[in-house]
């Protein structure tokens, strides 16, 4: 499923999972702010991740106030906020400022913890050459299971290059995941989505909800798209990394993939 908004000031909500969580079993949105705006969020029963797209806030959680600063997705690393049920975060906008937000129950106490540009942990994927670098792209993970197995949650982003695959080969995973877009024209980036047996057109603040098969997606050259990608642990399966490629697009992987093609092509044209 792919969900489109004309997002306004204040909470866009894509999913709210008391009226349908969509497969996810989480609450997701965006969260616009002009500078001056306040926003206060405590949960009872649900733990909380906040991102910061772009912007500059002032946050308070936990006794603790910090000020995160992200002119953009694109060339600056992010801050992302981890927090238990019962915990009041305050965020007050220094600039303008869209923050992405995640929920889900959760009955654990645990300390908040914010993830910096200083701890974020980065795959360069596809950096070997396969496929003549046609899905080079950045995988960051802010927290999963081996940073973070208290929570019931996951979530990162992907730097997207130009023109590039990301997620790719498709590949599957039984946990529910979304994906939420973000690029760097946003009035005429785009790309596309495969997912849940669908292809759709991606966009700016579009987000995909995979629930089941494979699911891949590319970049419109001349576009950079950064997405984020939040997963909800199952019940007795957390998602530990696992990536089941889809067999028949397997061998893509190997560095050697497309040379039945273009070996010696160079040569013949010098």
């Not at 995160?68 to 927090?83: K, N, Q, S, V």
């Not at 915990?87 to 913890?113: F, G, M, W």
Request: charged letters at 25%; hydrophobic letters at 35%.
């Amino acid at each position: 499923m792919y969900l489109k908004k004309d997002v306004t000031r204040g909470y866009n909500a894509y999913i709210d999972a008391s009226k349908d969580d969509l497969g996810t079993q989480m609450d997701v949105g965006l969260l616009v702010m002009e500078p001056g705006d306040e926003c206060t969020i405590e949960e009872p029963v649900k733990e909380s991740a906040l991102l910061l797209f772009e912007g500059r806030a002032e946050l308070s959680y936990g006794g603790k106030t910090v000020v995160i600063d992200r002119p953009d997705c694109f060339r600056h690393e992010a801050y992302c906020l981890l927090a238990p049920r019962r915990t009041k975060i305050v965020l007050k906008a220094l600039a303008h400022s869209e923050l992405y937000l995640q929920q889900t129950p959760n009955d654990r106490d645990y300390e908040p913890v914010l993830y910096t540009p200083e701890t974020v942990q980065t795959q360069h994927a596809g950096a070997n050459g396969e496929l003549m670098g046609a899905m080079k792209r950045e995988i960051k993970t802010f927290f999963d299971y081996d940073n973070a197995p208290f929570s019931n949650m996951v979530l990162g982003e992907v730097l997207s290059y130009p023109g590039r695959w990301s997620s790719y080969p498709p590949h599957y995973h039984p946990q529910p995941e979304v994906y939420f877009y973000r690029f760097d024209y946003p009035e005429t980036g785009f790309g596309a989505g495969f997912a849940n047996g669908e292809i759709y057109k991606t966009e700016h603040n579009g987000m995909a909800v995979i629930t089941e098969g494979f699911h891949s997606q590319v970049t419109a050259p001349g576009f950079a798209l950064c997405y984020s990608w939040g997963i909800r642990h199952l019940d007795g399966d957390p998602w530990m990394k696992t990536r089941i490629d889809q067999p028949e697009y397997a061998w893509l992987w190997k560095a050697d993939a497309n040379d039945h093609i273009f070996k010696g092509t160079e040569e013949e044209t010098k």
